[in-house]
């Protein structure tokens, strides 16, 4: 299987951007996730990146992909209270065979 | 689009009893679904995979005759709890992929089941 790490928790003050880091283990993982997960519901699709891309930009949301390094970053720009959220990473070598990260608590400090 | 919903959103159970669980794609046919399980502060555990009018595949250590998975239709799965108990409470997610050559799994609201 696939492992994948993110940190636990991340705090910001309201305003700054916030990244988030995710490793990952296979490198045969095509299909890269960002997903946000607010208390007691489901997981919101944010974004995502296929592996020959360094870089996806939507909004106020960039995802940035080492694969050499399997290295997977989500910066949010301007970071606002609604942005306080469990963030998941998954990865896998297609969208039916995900792996998730252990998800990152963002605390945005107003 | 792709709107995944789960039913019921909660629910409260004795020991000992059957929980079913419904998980519906909304505006499109979702001919693969998954059902995960997400414990307190932690991950999802994919619990299996589930193809309209095939049996489900199960992971690894999860329990087929105790949650049994039933894909009768191309908008609708639903996965039973069988004989529940305490342990058993906890965050129930389904989701599903639209069709053909679609890369994203979109993600119910998610059902909390708590065995009394």
């Known amino acids: 299987g696939e492992d994948v790490e993110q940190s636990l928790f991340l705090s910001v003050r309201e305003g700054d951007s916030s990244v988030i880091n995710c490793t990952y283990t296979?490198?045969?993982?095509?299909?890269l996730y960002w997903y946000k997960q607010e208390p007691g519901a489901g997981l919101q699709l944010l974004t995502y990146?296929?592996?020959?891309?360094d870089m996806k930009q939507d909004q106020r949301l960039t995802v940035l992909l080492n694969k050499k390094d399997k290295h997977l970053s989500l910066r949010i720009a301007d970071t606002q209270t609604g942005d306080s959220a469990i963030y998941f990473c998954a990865v896998g070598a297609g969208a039916n065979n995900l792996f998730f990260g252990t998800g990152t608590r963002l605390t945005v400090i107003p | 689009g792709a709107v995944v919903s789960q039913h019921p959103s909660r629910v409260i159970c004795k020991s000992g009893t059957s929980v079913k669980i419904e998980c519906r794609s909304l505006?499109?046919?979702?001919?693969?679904m998954f059902w995960y399980r997400q414990f307190p502060k932690q991950s999802l555990m994919l619990m299996a995979t589930?193809?309209?009018?095939?049996?489900?595949?199960?992971e690894q250590g999860v329990e087929k005759d105790k949650f049994l998975i039933n894909h009768a239709s191309l908008t609708l799965s639903t996965l039973t709890v069988t004989s529940a108990h305490p342990e058993d409470s906890s965050f129930y997610i389904c989701?599903?992929?639209?069709?053909?050559?679609?890369?994203?799994?979109?993600f119910g609201p998610g059902t909390r089941l708590t065995v009394l």
């Open positions: 990146i296929f592996s020959n891309m």
């Open positions: 296979d490198s045969s993982s095509t299909y």
């Open positions: 505006d499109f046919q979702a001919t693969t």
């Open positions: 989701s599903a992929i639209p069709g053909q050559g679609t890369d994203t799994q979109y």
């Open positions: 589930s193809n309209e009018g095939s049996k489900a595949t199960y």
